[in-house]
């Protein structure tokens, strides 16, 4: 049996009973057998809870681009490493293999070092899905700086707020991207942001589509130059296994978005072996993520998990629906697509476009499916598995979050027999718990609560950037000794998990987290608009949309609300990213409130549901006369 690669479910269990006797034993043995190391750790793993402090491989001395590159160059060299499928199927797809990606990691490295970054700087990376994306992050790995990566749908403000945050030095990012038809200028955003940002020294600029962009004196250069120029040769920083990797925003329920830090060891070590084993890879697979490398998924399991494991990665720059909606089954047929990993919400538009655009292509070397990001109703799990899968490629719903840094519950594929809706299992080594509003734990099955996490894994985030505190506060003190998700989850009869969905004030728009504090904030802003709140509702293809309730200032405010609407979205647009536009909004004269003055969202997401018959008692609020008023205002 190897406790690596899990290949049947009564291995699964005995791998499961022995990661949670003995974790420190079993992660020692999974760390030793499969990594390189250049020291070794003093301690597999010390923890405390009421702290919020955990360390894995304590001590020990590694470099992961040196797990994720040179140790495959003697026998994976000239195997494909990334696969760059661009944005228009017409132009040639780029093969970089491991001995190619090893020379521009290096080179970029040494770009990076003469422009005067060093071990511990932060470097954002703003740029679309094209190769120097992943050679960017392994780039500042190689040296140990920290690379913070800002999805290239985020708005100049919302990227001038990350630069600041995490005191970034640089920025690199790219003239433009293309996106389906369109083409949307990069540059130009990240000269907006960085009007602000007193700590950027410097700009390197990628030229993907010749737009011939401004680039501002002593602050902004072309890469390709540089790289023409630098030496091949950059010897790998050696890094502890608890320093920092990389920062990537989440949103949480209040206030700013939270720089989660994740560290080396732990989390090359378990996005290493998950991948192994949520995908079954073998070695001549081509694995495929549809997520962007800005988001945690791509970070992963587009980067890390895949490379360290010495696998063939595609990175994917365009769209689902361009030039047509049969474009990813294009990819799957042109590349020969083993393990197709994406969200429910592109299955679900896809579905929407009917079945001939995927009959139309050669699926037959598929054989896993993957699903991230939300849950995956029902009717989409069917789609997907009968038409995508064809009934013979088990579907992987994979649960987890940025700050898991891997995925935590999830079948097993040709394992763990899977059922529609439910992740099923927890991961080797991952214990979790449903809790009560009251704090006890729901033992049993059959049961549903706040699912919590009672015992360390390598891949934790470490601490939200800048504010231990915060880290402390949002994830462990809700429950005592445990890591509480901010999901719900329920555990059937045979001890499945369903996820059910967000219990805090997140809410998830096709795939993508957004925190309503700072929705409402962008609202807020328009000189019109005196309050707002948002929330939730079903949305057949995004999984969730947005509903925005909103007072004037002016309660006859005489502007044609079609306009007002309008503007209201472009100030989200303008602060957030046009992800976070509202679906709805309704302007009302009050929003209900409770006595002690905070807004009751419950009733609010009953009403945008179209719910009104649930929405039990709301004689204690402070003027429930509104609720009829914003029920009839629907009307
Ligand atoms: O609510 C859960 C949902 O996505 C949240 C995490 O979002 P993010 O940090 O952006 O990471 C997404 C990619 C890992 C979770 O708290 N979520 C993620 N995967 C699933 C899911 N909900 C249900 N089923 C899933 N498979």
Same mark, same amino acid.
């Given at each position: 049996?190897?406790?690596?690669? +899990?290949?049947?479910?009564?291995?699964?269990?005995?791998?499961?009973?022995?990661?949670?006797?003995?974790?420190?034993?079993?992660? #020692?043995?999974?760390?030793?057998?499969?990594?390189?190391?250049?020291?070794?750790?003093?301690?597999?793993?010390? =923890?405390?809870?009421?702290?919020?402090?955990?360390?894995?491989?304590?001590?020990?001395?590694?470099?992961?681009?040196?797990?994720?590159?040179?140790?495959?160059?003697?026998?994976?060299?000239?195997?494909?490493?990334?696969?760059?499928?661009?944005?228009?199927?017409?132009?040639?797809?780029?093969?970089?293999?491991?001995?190619?990606?090893?020379?521009?990691?290096?080179?970029?490295?040494?770009?990076?070092?003469?422009?005067?970054?060093?071990?511990?700087?932060?470097?954002?990376?703003?740029?679309?899905?094209?190769?120097?994306?992943?050679?960017?992050?392994? &780039?500042?790995?190689?040296?140990? @700086?920290?690379?913070?990566?800002?999805?290239?749908?985020?708005?100049?403000?919302?990227?001038?707020?990350?630069?600041?945050?995490?005191? &970034?030095?640089?920025?690199?990012?790219?003239?433009?991207?293309?996106?389906?038809?369109?083409?949307?200028?990069?540059?130009?955003?990240?000269?907006? @942001?960085?009007?602000?940002?007193?700590?950027?020294?410097?700009?390197?600029?990628?030229?993907?589509?010749?737009?011939?962009?401004?680039?501002?004196?002593?602050?902004?250069?072309?890469?390709?130059?540089?790289?023409?120029?630098?030496? &091949?040769?950059?010897?790998?920083?050696?890094?502890?296994?608890?320093?920092?990797?990389?920062?990537?925003?989440?949103?949480?329920?209040?206030?700013?978005?939270?720089?989660?830090?994740?560290? +080396?060891?732990?989390?090359?070590?378990?996005?290493?072996?998950?991948?192994?084993?949520?995908?079954?890879?073998?070695?001549?697979? $081509?694995?495929?993520?549809?997520?962007?490398?800005?988001?945690?998924?791509?970070?992963?399991? $587009?980067?890390?998990?895949?490379?360290?494991?010495?696998?063939?990665?595609?990175?994917?720059?365009?769209?689902?629906?361009?030039?047509?909606?049969?474009?990813?089954?294009? $990819?799957?047929?042109?590349?020969?697509?083993?393990?197709?990993?994406?969200?429910?919400?592109?299955?679900?538009?896809?579905?929407?476009?009917?079945?001939?655009?995927?009959?139309?292509?050669?699926?037959?070397?598929?054989?896993?499916?993957?699903?991230?990001?939300?849950?995956?109703?029902?009717?989409?799990?069917?789609?997907?598995?009968?038409?995508?899968?064809?009934?013979?490629?088990?579907?992987?719903?994979?649960?987890?979050?940025?700050?898991?840094?891997?995925?935590?519950?999830?079948?097993?594929?040709?394992?763990?027999?899977?059922?529609?809706?439910?992740?099923?299992?927890?991961?080797?080594?991952?214990?979790?718990?449903?809790?009560?509003?009251?704090?006890?734990?729901?033992?049993?099955?059959?049961?549903?609560?706040?699912?919590?996490?009672?015992?360390?894994?390598?891949?934790?985030?470490?601490? $939200?950037?800048?504010?231990?505190?915060?880290?402390?506060?949002?994830?462990?003190?809700?429950?005592?000794?445990?890591?509480?998700?901010?999901?719900? @989850?329920?555990?059937?009869?045979?001890? =499945? =998990?369903?996820?059910?969905?967000?219990?805090?004030?997140?809410? +998830?728009?096709?795939?993508?987290?957004?925190?309503?504090?700072?929705? #409402?904030?962008?609202?807020?802003?328009?000189?019109?608009?005196?309050?707002?709140?948002?929330?939730?509702?079903?949305?057949?293809?995004?999984?969730?949309?947005?509903?925005?309730?909103?007072?004037?200032?002016?309660?006859?405010?005489?502007?044609?609300?079609?306009?007002?609407?309008?503007?209201?979205?472009?100030?989200?647009?303008?602060?957030?990213?046009?992800?976070?536009?509202?679906?709805?909004?309704?302007?009302?004269?009050?929003?209900?409130?409770?006595?002690?003055?905070?807004?009751?969202?419950?009733?609010?997401?009953? +009403?945008?549901?179209?719910?009104?018959?649930?929405?039990?008692?709301?004689?204690?609020?402070?003027?429930?006369?509104?609720?009829?008023?914003?029920?009839?205002?629907?009307?």
């Amino acid at each position: 049996m190897s406790n690596y690669h +899990i290949k049947q479910f009564e291995e699964y269990f005995q791998v499961y009973r022995k990661s949670v006797r003995n974790p420190e034993q079993f992660w #020692e043995e999974i760390a030793e057998e499969h990594f390189t190391w250049k020291k070794r750790w003093s301690n597999v793993l010390s =923890y405390d809870f009421k702290k919020a402090e955990f360390k894995w491989f304590e001590d020990a001395k590694l470099n992961i681009t040196e797990n994720c590159i040179d140790r495959h160059l003697h026998t994976r060299g000239d195997k494909t490493a990334l696969l760059f499928e661009p944005n228009n199927p017409n132009d040639e797809a780029e093969h970089i293999t491991y001995k190619q990606l090893h020379e521009r990691v290096c080179k970029f490295a040494n770009v990076l070092k003469d422009k005067g970054i060093k071990k511990g700087d932060v470097v954002c990376i703003y740029l679309p899905m094209i190769p120097e994306l992943a050679i960017s992050v392994l &780039a500042c790995a190689r040296i140990g @700086a920290i690379h913070s990566v800002i999805f290239a749908g985020f708005s100049s403000t919302a990227v001038s707020s990350r630069v600041n945050d995490c005191n &970034a030095k640089m920025v690199i990012t790219s003239d433009g991207s293309y996106r389906g038809s369109k083409t949307i200028d990069l540059k130009g955003i990240v000269d907006e @942001a960085l009007n602000d940002t007193p700590g950027i020294e410097s700009v390197l600029v990628v030229n993907r589509i010749n737009s011939g962009v401004y680039m501002k004196e002593d602050r902004d250069v072309w890469i390709q130059p540089l790289l023409d120029d630098a030496s &091949a040769v950059c010897n790998a920083e050696i890094m502890d296994a608890e320093d920092p990797l990389f920062i990537l925003y989440t949103s949480g329920s209040t206030g700013k978005p939270k720089g989660m830090v994740h560290t +080396i060891g732990g989390y090359m070590v378990y996005t290493a072996y998950t991948f192994k084993n949520v995908f079954q890879y073998r070695e001549d697979d $081509i694995y495929w993520c549809t997520a962007d490398i800005g988001w945690i998924t791509g970070h992963s399991y $587009i980067v890390y998990g895949p490379l360290a494991n010495g696998a063939t990665s595609v990175m994917f720059e365009g769209v689902p629906s361009y030039p047509d909606y049969g474009r990813f089954w294009d $990819i799957v047929e042109k590349h020969k697509i083993s393990q197709f990993y994406t969200a429910p919400t592109a299955i679900r538009a896809l579905a929407k476009q009917g079945a001939e655009f995927v009959e139309k292509y050669d699926l037959s070397s598929l054989k896993v499916l993957g699903s991230v990001g939300e849950p995956i109703n029902e009717e989409a799990w069917h789609w997907y598995d009968e038409n995508v899968g064809k009934k013979k490629s088990p579907i992987v719903d994979t649960w987890w979050q940025t700050e898991t840094g891997g995925i935590m519950i999830t079948p097993i594929p040709f394992s763990t027999p899977t059922k529609p809706t439910y992740a099923t299992l927890p991961f080797i080594g991952v214990q979790p718990a449903l809790m009560d509003e009251s704090g006890k734990e729901l033992k049993g099955n059959q049961v549903e609560g706040r699912l919590c996490i009672k015992f360390p894994w390598p891949s934790m985030a470490r601490t $939200i950037w800048g504010n231990h505190q915060r880290y402390k506060d949002t994830y462990f003190s809700a429950y005592d000794n445990m890591y509480f998700t901010g999901d719900g @989850a329920l555990r059937d009869e045979v001890g =499945y =998990y369903r996820i059910t969905g967000r219990v805090d004030d997140v809410i +998830i728009v096709s795939g993508h987290n957004l925190g309503t504090a700072p929705i #409402e904030d962008a609202i807020n802003e328009h000189p019109a608009v005196s309050e707002s709140a948002i929330v939730g509702f079903p949305h057949d293809v995004k999984g969730n949309a947005l509903y925005g309730y909103v007072t004037l200032k002016d309660v006859g405010e005489s502007r044609n609300h079609d306009n007002l609407r309008m503007e209201i979205n472009q100030l989200i647009t303008d602060r957030i990213g046009p992800i976070a536009k509202l679906d709805k909004i309704q302007f009302t004269e009050a929003l209900p409130k409770t006595r002690s003055g905070k807004i009751m969202r419950r009733i609010l997401r009953k +009403i945008a549901a179209n719910e009104v018959d649930q929405l039990g008692d709301t004689s204690t609020l402070l003027n429930p006369e509104v609720v009829q008023s914003i029920i009839d205002n629907v009307k």
